[in-house]
């Protein structure tokens, strides 16, 4: 029985061990080549297809005995596949070998057996620099192999396309870093082209969107970004290095955006260059929605190939590339036309990018590095030129057009120039007829005023003499009678009582002598008054000036109203000097003045309506070094203080309809502030009363 058991059990082990057999390991020898592949014999190949197994999983025995020859089934169209390779190697030198795993996907995990232990290696395209066990720039993985050593290597893959095989490659150290750094020159003949081309065109970028800002033509804007995008696409390299070397999936994007803006914008170039909405209206729509097309087709050619969605990636890429066709035909067609219509942008076009479509033939007739980009800096070159050139004629066009423009607006505004000239004479005759019977009605309303003026004048006045006549009247009837008396008393020889009556009569002819010459007094007074201002300033009295038009602004207010009554008070300073001044216009002046104080105070009185409230108005009268001042207070209605600065305005009256012309205070302002250098100050308290204080040079 255990001799059967101990068969079995050798038979397994054989079995087991002759499914995990390696394959002959690769020999490294001294004649070794910069970069070797290594023969199909010497590796092995497991395909896990859509599952990932990990380093562990993949060393488990029923993993393990499915390693096998590549079949070349790896990758097939439309499946997606993960895949192992596993291999050995052998130092077959006296001497230690430093080789590399050389990695050109992009992420590949390497383990190495040494010594019965297994060291992990990552490098790959998209690996980030920091996490690469490699030569960072070159994704080299550094490994040392003494004398006759020999190691085992697992590789994961990772996912797998038919676009890159599995074989295993591997490197030699010393030449590598020979070639790629040693040797190297700090900046190559490449860098240097790469570095003036870019510059170059980031200078056309710049100067056409110069051209832009000046005109606002959107074919240098396209034309601007497309040139951008093509400094991007031919500086790609340093942009993978300075920008993208930790975010290598960043890269990918960058590339995907760059190249499909790039073509974008080269259909919108064409699109503006030719002027296809005008020409052709119908194609303009079909670009339009070609470029659209173009943006969606790229954002799914990147998700595809992110995601290694095969068989969408080839229908659009098919679909693209069809489509690309048909816009080269309907292009081609589309220059062909306009050459026929003799267009020198078409011409020069064609002169300027036949170069760079020929460039793939040429390169095959001229193997020389650099034809294809010299023929794209020559279609560059030639482009910018035509935009500059084009740029001149919009500049010349602009500028006619500029002309044309301003000619038409000094010939619109000569046109109106005459125009406003008419209608400046029209104006002008209606203002002077305007203004003309404006002076008239100007001149009406303060004849009115003066009437209005002169009635108070006279009605005063007519009280005033009506007083003097009355004595006279009286005391010669008086006289009459007294005479009639001494008469009969003569006749009776009683000469004591008729000595009597003389001294009676005596007394009356002197009442009767005293109120005539009042009257005699107030008569000429108003003759005085009468007679036109003469415009001259003659010394005057102001305390009998202000008591005279005082009484005659009473009288008056009470010729109309009977009932009216109101204390007068008088504060006159003695021996105050004669003033020069011209009496009539200030007689004016404060008959205005007295005139509102009492209309102020019988307004009150009417509106109290209290018998215990006195209209009052005073005059005051002082000297102030060489000034006379006049106060007039009453305690009326006061002013408000919102009309207190128009009080003084030409025909602003608080008066009703019919009562007041505005223009009293107006005149009294002009009469003292300009024809006699004086002022007028007011103080008032609404409800409570107002005073006007007058000031007059003592000397006008």
Same mark, same amino acid.
């Given at each position: ?86 291999? @050995? $190697?052998?130092? !077959? ?7 590399? %795993? *050389?990695?050109? =996907? +992009? ?123 093509? @400094? $991007?696409?031919? !500086? ?7 920008? %993208? *070397?930790?975010? =290598? +999936? ?123 980009? @010299? ?16 740029? +001149? ?308």
């Amino acid at each position: 029985m255990n001799k059967y058991l101990s068969l079995l059990l050798l038979l397994l082990s054989v079995a087991s061990f002759s499914q995990d057999s390696w394959p002959e390991p690769h020999l490294i020898k001294n004649d070794f080549e910069i970069y070797q592949k290594l023969s199909e014999k010497n590796w092995q190949y497991l395909d896990t297809g859509e599952k990932q197994l990990s380093f562990n999983e993949i060393r488990k025995p029923e993993n393990v005995k499915k390693f096998g020859e590549y079949e070349h089934k790896a990758g097939d169209f439309g499946n997606r596949s993960y895949a192992w390779t596993r291999y @050995a $190697l052998k130092n !077959a030198t006296a001497n230690p070998q430093i080789i590399t %795993f *050389s990695i050109d =996907r +992009k992420k590949e995990t390497i383990y190495v057996q040494r010594n019965g232990k297994w060291q992990k290696f990552v490098s790959g395209d998209l690996v980030p620099w920091s996490e690469r066990s490699s030569i960072k720039p070159l994704t080299e993985i550094k490994f040392t192999l003494a004398a006759g050593e020999e190691v085992k290597v697992y590789a994961d893959l990772g996912d797998i396309t038919m676009f890159n095989r599995p074989t295993p490659e591997i490197g030699n150290y010393l030449k590598i870093v020979d070639k790629k750094f040693i040797k190297q020159q700090t900046y190559q003949t490449d860098d240097v082209l790469s570095f003036g081309i870019f510059g170059f065109i980031m200078f056309a970028v710049i100067f056409n969107l110069f051209f832009y800002y000046v005109n606002r033509e959107r074919v240098y804007l396209v034309y601007s970004c497309l040139l951008f995008f093509s @400094a $991007l696409l031919m !500086a790609e390299n340093i942009f993978s290095t300075l920008l %993208f *070397s930790e975010f =290598r +999936k960043g890269y990918v994007f960058f590339l995907f955006i760059v190249i499909t803006m790039f073509i974008i914008m080269l259909i919108q170039t064409f699109r503006f260059f030719f002027r296809v909405n005008i020409h052709f209206p119908g194609w303009d729509k079909f670009l339009i929605y070609f470029s659209a097309y173009i943006g969606i087709s790229g954002s799914l050619i990147y998700l595809a190939y992110v995601n290694q969605w095969l068989i969408l990636l080839f229908v659009i890429i098919g679909i693209a590339a069809l489509a690309g066709m048909v816009f080269i035909v309907a292009a081609i067609v589309l220059i062909i036309s306009l050459l026929r219509k003799k267009d020198k942008e078409a011409r020069l076009f064609v002169i300027a990018a036949m170069p760079f479509i020929a460039s793939p033939i040429i390169a095959v007739i001229l193997p020389f590095e650099w034809t294809i980009t @010299a023929c794209g800096m020559w279609t560059i070159l030639a482009l910018s030129w035509g935009m500059f050139a084009r740029f +001149k004629s919009l500049q010349i066009a602009n500028a006619r057009a500029a002309l044309e423009k301003e000619e038409e607006r000094t010939r619109l505004i000569a046109a109106q120039k005459v125009e406003l000239e008419h209608l400046v004479k029209e104006r002008t005759h209606e203002l002077s007829q305007s203004l003309a019977e404006l002076k008239q009605t100007q001149n009406q309303l303060i004849q009115s005023e003066k009437m209005a003026s002169l009635g108070e004048l006279t009605a005063g006045i007519a009280h005033e003499i009506q007083n003097p006549l009355n004595f006279v009247n009286n005391f010669s009837d008086v006289s009459i009678e007294l005479l009639d008396e001494m008469e009969e008393e003569l006749d009776k020889g009683d000469t004591e009582e008729v000595k009597a009556i003389v001294g009676d009569i005596k007394q009356n002819l002197e009442k009767i002598a005293h109120h005539g010459r009042r009257a005699d007094s107030i008569v000429k007074g108003m003759l005085q008054h009468s007679r036109a201002s003469t415009g001259q300033k003659e010394p005057t009295d102001i305390n009998a000036l202000a008591d005279e038009y005082l009484r005659l602004a009473y009288h008056g207010l009470r010729a109309k109203d009977k009932s009216f009554n109101a204390e007068l008070i008088k504060n006159f300073t003695e021996s105050l000097p004669m003033a020069k001044i011209i009496s009539q216009d200030v007689g004016r002046v404060l008959l205005n003045l007295f005139t509102n104080a009492f209309y102020a105070t019988q307004q009150k009185q009417k509106q109290l309506n209290d018998a215990g409230y006195k209209p009052t108005v005073s005059v005051t009268t002082s000297l102030i070094g060489d000034v006379i001042e006049i106060r007039v207070n009453d305690n009326g209605t006061g002013i408000p203080d919102a009309i207190k600065d128009k009080i003084l305005q030409p025909f602003f009256t608080t008066k009703p309809t019919g009562e007041g012309t505005g223009l009293g205070l107006s005149l009294s302002y002009d009469i003292v502030v300009k024809a006699h250098g004086g002022k007028i100050d007011i103080n008032s308290t609404e409800g409570e009363g107002s005073e006007f204080i007058i000031t007059l040079p003592l000397n006008g």
